[in-house]
């Protein structure tokens, strides 16, 4: 399965999609990836912390607008990739259309990504480490 279209998921859109949405953009120039939030700060920018954790791996997050998850953008994407179980179960049971494309990012490991939403730079630094580790566990189902 070759997977196109990837859609990146969490709550705000500010903090832990994107991250993994641009860091899976650098590592995959050629694929469409999107992020989203089920409650996006929309219209808002990447959370500054976050910011400063991509620029350490030389990524430039700042052009970064939060969107909400819809409908259509369920529909094409190929790959949903999440943060936690309850949010993969939030996705299938609104839009059941889309069980069998939602996965947790941290799949291969069996793990959830916990939000560093208003914690200190230090959790969101291990959050974009894990964030890391686990994109690239994906790298060869991509």
Same mark, same amino acid.
């Given at each position: 399965?070759?997977? #196109? ?25 050629? =694929? ?5 939030? =089920?409650?996006? =700060? ?6 500054? %912390? ?37 949010? %993969? #179960? ?8 889309? %069980?069998? %494309? ?15 939403? #208003? ?24």
């Amino acid at each position: 399965m070759q997977f #196109q279209n990837i859609l990146v998921v969490c709550v705000g859109n500010i903090c832990r999609s994107p991250m993994a949405e641009y860091f899976l953009k650098q590592q995959h120039p050629s =694929l469409n990836i999107q992020s989203a939030g =089920l409650s996006a =700060l929309v219209g808002h920018g990447a959370d500054p %912390k976050a910011i400063h954790c991509m620029e350490k791996l030389n990524i430039d997050m700042s052009q970064h607008v939060a969107r909400q998850i819809n409908a259509q953008l369920i529909k094409q994407s190929d790959l949903i990739l999440v943060m936690s179980n309850n949010q %993969k #179960q939030h996705i299938e049971q609104s839009w059941s259309f889309a %069980k069998g %494309k939602v996965f947790r990012l941290g799949h291969w490991h069996d793990q959830n990504v916990p939000d560093p939403y #208003q914690h200190d730079q230090t959790f969101f630094d291990q959050t974009c480490q894990n964030i890391l580790t686990y994109s690239q566990s994906w790298q060869s189902h991509l």
